[in-house]
């Protein structure tokens, strides 16, 4: 087996480096292609660095953003099942938010390749419900970045607002709402009527507005370069 020592010096920075990114280190990884992934995987879902001190906490999200570049399908499994340590302090929290926000981005980076497996793990009564909500989030920005798509993962997910877990409902109805797919205004209103969506996950009033906004700017993010994504997006975020 060949070792890139280059690549491993690359991914090795990844823990020393802080709240940025430096892009020239990026470039160096992003280049190295599918050789990448797995190691940034490794990285990405040790979650528990979240809740440690600088510069080590920042890694997981460094990790995180590099896979969105590299748009390989097979990081949409353990990235969706990784769960997300308790958080000692309000700072340690946010960057779990942070890490959590970013997942289903990653996902819909994929493009139109990520539709199957994510389909796949949203049906999967093994995917927690964490990971469900991630994954109908996912199809939710991949109608941004696949426009195309659209038709065919609002007939999905309304598809899926009648099973029996009224909290995976929530997530279904929530992802079609950020969407703002107003033809599904009347699927999901009578799937709150008879029950099948938990009112205390996701309330209707907003939900409605959402729906009828016909506007999924709100997912626009997806499409953010990696330096962009850092600019609009920093990982240690001024205090208000």
């Known amino acids: 087996m060949t070792i890139d020592f280059d690549l491993v010096e690359y991914i090795r920075q990844i823990r020393t480096i802080g709240a940025e990114l430096p892009i020239p280190l990026a470039h160096h990884i992003v280049s190295s292609g599918a050789a990448a992934v797995a190691p940034l995987v490794a990285i990405a879902i040790d979650t528990e660095l979240l809740t440690g001190a600088a510069p080590l906490c920042f890694a997981p999200l460094h990790a ?14 353990p990235i969706i099942s990784a769960g997300i340590p308790s958080a000692p302090d309000k700072i340690s929290e946010q960057r779990g938010v942070i890490w959590d926000g970013e997942v289903p981005q990653v996902i819909a980076r994929c493009g139109a390749d990520a539709l199957a497996p994510t389909l796949a793990l ?11 909500h991630r994954a109908a989030i996912a199809l939710a920005y991949l109608t941004v970045e696949v426009p195309e798509l659209m038709a065919e993962i609002v007939a999905a997910l309304e598809a899926r607002l009648t099973t029996s877990d009224v909290d995976r409902n929530a997530s279904v109805a929530l992802a079609l709402a950020n969407m703002g797919s107003e033809q599904s205004y ?4 009578e799937a709150y009527k008879v029950g099948h969506i938990a009112k205390d996950a996701v309330q209707p009033g907003p939900l409605r507005q959402l729906l009828l906004s016909r506007s999924n700017a709100r997912l626009a993010c997806v499409k953010h370069p990696l330096g ?7 990982l240690n975020p001024p205090a208000n």
């Open 186 to 189: 009347k699927v999901v209103m």
């Open 228 to 234: 962009e994504r850092y600019a609009h997006h920093p």
């Open 64 to 77: 995180l953003r590099l896979l969105g570049e590299l748009r390989d399908v097979s990081y949409i499994a």
């Open 122 to 132: 949203l049906d999967d009564e093994h995917t927690s419900n964490v990971g469900h």
